[in-house]
């Protein structure tokens, strides 16, 4: 007779959740790696984001296993410099809305605009705290905030770790929908990626 213990892990639902944590490895050469779990460790959404497609565009899933896509984000342009990511459900391919990385302004201090369905604006991402210190000295943990509709909708605040790098995301109580904040989020930590390795 087994012994083996099995557990039983319920069906998550990103509406009740309000904790998250992001994960990806220091360093990466082809692909970069997020896994993002619940604030009681069952993984929510799993992402490959590649380096050296010309277009960028990534699937973000519900499994390692890729068989359960959520959301996909696709740039707008080829080259630009204020770069422009809609995100869109992958199965019914509803669009949340759209994210456009204010480029000159991110010298300094990272910054992303939000936008609705409609394309109208709605809020924005900025990295938070010793910005231009973390240009030079890039092991400093870093702080992102996301805003919409005039409230903080978001805080995301990364953990010291040497061969990882985590960030906790707390989402407030807000309209804007739990997968289009997690996916700013998401490229938020990306373009911070981009910059510690480039």
Same mark, same amino acid.
Do not use: C
């Given at each position: 007779?087994?012994t083996?213990?099995?557990r039983?892990?319920a ?8 904790h998250? *944590?992001i994960?990806r490895?220091f360093?990466s050469f082809?692909?970069?790696v997020?896994?993002v779990?619940t604030g009681?460790? +069952?993984?929510? !959404?799993y992402?490959?984001h590649?380096l050296l497609? *010309?277009r960028e565009?990534f699937?973000v899933?519900e499994?390692e296993?890729e068989?359960?896509? !959520?959301?996909?984000?696709?740039? %707008? ?19 949340f809305?759209?994210?456009?990385k ?6 300094i201090?990272?910054?992303?605009v *939000? ?5 109208q604006?709605?809020?924005?991402a900025e990295?938070q705290?010793?910005?231009?210190l973390?240009?030079?000295f890039?092991? *400093? ?9 005039? +409230?903080q909708?978001?805080?995301?605040q990364? %953990?010291?770790r #040497? #061969?990882?790098?985590e ?10 929908d739990?997968? #289009?904040?997690?996916a ?5 930590l990306?373009a911070?990626?981009r910059?510690?390795?480039g």
């Amino acid at each position: 007779m087994s012994t083996e213990l099995v557990r039983e892990v319920a069906g998550v639902s990103l509406t009740t959740q309000r904790h998250y *944590l992001i994960k990806r490895k220091f360093w990466s050469f082809f692909e970069r790696v997020f896994r993002v779990w619940t604030g009681d460790g +069952q993984l929510i !959404m799993y992402i490959k984001h590649p380096l050296l497609k *010309l277009r960028e565009e990534f699937m973000v899933y519900e499994d390692e296993a890729e068989t359960r896509p !959520m959301l996909r984000v696709k740039s %707008k342009q080829v080259i630009a410099i204020n770069f422009s990511y809609e995100i869109t459900d992958a199965t019914t391919g509803h669009v949340f809305g759209s994210v456009r990385k204010e480029g000159l302004r991110s010298l300094i201090r990272d910054k992303f605009v *939000l936008f609705d369905a409609n394309n109208q604006e709605i809020g924005y991402a900025e990295e938070q705290g010793a910005s231009v210190l973390r240009r030079f000295f890039p092991w *400093l943990t870093s702080q992102h905030a996301i805003f919409a509709n005039g +409230q903080q909708v978001a805080a995301i605040q990364q %953990k010291f770790r #040497f #061969f990882t790098k985590e960030f906790l995301v707390d989402l407030q109580q807000s309209t804007m929908d739990p997968k #289009f904040v997690l996916a700013v989020a998401l490229l938020a930590l990306m373009a911070e990626a981009r910059r510690e390795q480039g």
